[in-house]
């Protein structure tokens, strides 16, 4: 079995071997203990990442700009800057690949949770909380926020905890949308999520999106993720304040979104629509729109105007399936805490 010496030897020969001379040198020198050097390294790497789309970056350069997260991290730490070398590692996590992943696991944990609770929790930040969670709930303030003709048209069905053979049966086959209620009660992350103390306590100094691994163990993969021997392919966390919004976009793979906290208001465009919303031209961003939905332009885009849509305002504890290819709406309400899980089907029921 290589040891970690060993997969950062290799790793250093195959950059070296794509030409990263300048960064195998810093690289070096960060090992030694050069924070200067160790910056530049992560800068090389973070600017290699960006050099194309994500899909053509070799995969040795995302190691390699983990390798550079993690000696910063390792020096920042050294001199007592917790908050710089855990953002580190997060931003590793976050955008390297998999060879350190462990190495960073282990990092993190080596960090703890230092102070990020300290303070925590003051009457005022409580209730300032509390009622940060529970807003949204006047459906005509909620109505001047959102784009025109919102929730006067077709809203998203709604099912009670079906079974997986009903959901495959009605929904997934069919790709409709649907949203599932009393799915996700069991999850300790419906009572934990709302205790600001615990969330600062373990979430307070991280960087999102990394599934920071106490709240993981808050939540479940839901049996509907599972159809058409579905494989996940990420699993991700969004938290945000009130009014944050999620502009028109779709991505290819099925999705369960799981509302844990707050409210949301979404809607959803079939694939057929795509003309009419007018996908951006550059292939970095195609499957976004240029329509704004909030400000729309119905002279520069025409189309729009009439097509037809579903929405819903999702509530705690709502699981809202989005079909692949469908585009999305989304306005946080309130705050939000909601957790999304896609999936990739290898084969159909």
């Not at 690289?27 to 600017?47: F, Q, T, V, Y």
């Not at 209620?181 to 990394?210: F, M, N, Q």
Request: proline fraction near 4%; charge should be negative; charged fraction near 25%.
């Amino acid at each position: 079995m290589a040891t970690g010496g060993d997969k950062r030897a290799a790793l250093l020969r195959q950059i070296t071997e794509e030409g990263g001379f300048a960064f195998v040198a810093s690289a070096e020198k960060a090992a030694a203990g050069d924070l200067r050097a160790a910056e530049a390294a992560r800068e090389m790497a973070w600017e290699q990442l960006h050099s194309a789309p994500r899909a053509e970056v070799g995969a040795a350069w995302r190691d390699a700009y983990a390798l550079a997260c993690l000696h910063v991290a390792g020096l920042r730490a050294a001199v007592g800057d917790r908050r710089a070398a855990l953002r580190a590692l997060d931003m590793g996590l976050i955008m390297g690949g998999d060879l350190l992943r462990a190495e960073l696991d282990a990092a993190v944990a080596g960090l703890g949770h230092g102070d990020a609770g300290a303070g925590a929790g003051a009457d005022g930040d409580v209730q300032r909380w509390e009622e940060g969670i529970a807003g949204g709930r006047d459906l005509a303030d909620v109505l001047q926020l959102l784009p025109v003709n919102s929730l006067s048209c077709k809203q998203i069905e709604r099912r009670s905890c079906i079974s997986l053979e009903a959901f495959i049966r009605d929904y997934f086959l069919c790709e409709s949308p649907v949203i599932l209620s009393g799915c996700i009660d069991h999850w300790p992350a419906r009572k934990k999520w709302k205790d600001i103390k615990y969330l600062e306590s373990v979430a307070g100094d991280r960087t999102i999106p990394v599934q920071i691994k106490e709240l993981h163990e808050d939540i479940a993969v839901p049996e509907y993720c599972s159809a058409g021997g579905g494989k996940l392919q990420s699993l991700n966390a969004w938290f945000g304040p009130h009014g944050t919004i999620t502009p028109l976009h779709h991505d290819p793979h099925h999705n369960l979104f799981a509302q844990v906290l707050g409210r949301k208001y979404v809607r959803l465009y079939p694939a057929s629509t795509s003309v009419g919303l007018y996908p951006n031209t550059e292939s970095m961003l195609s499957n976004t729109s240029e329509v704004d939905l909030d400000n729309t332009d119905g002279k520069e885009y025409p189309e729009t105007a009439a097509l037809e849509f579903v929405d819903c305002v999702l509530e705690e504890g709502d699981l809202l399936y989005i079909p692949p290819k469908w585009w999305r709406y989304v306005r946080s309400l309130s705050i939000s805490f909601s957790v999304s899980f896609r999936w990739r089907t290898s084969q159909l029921p």
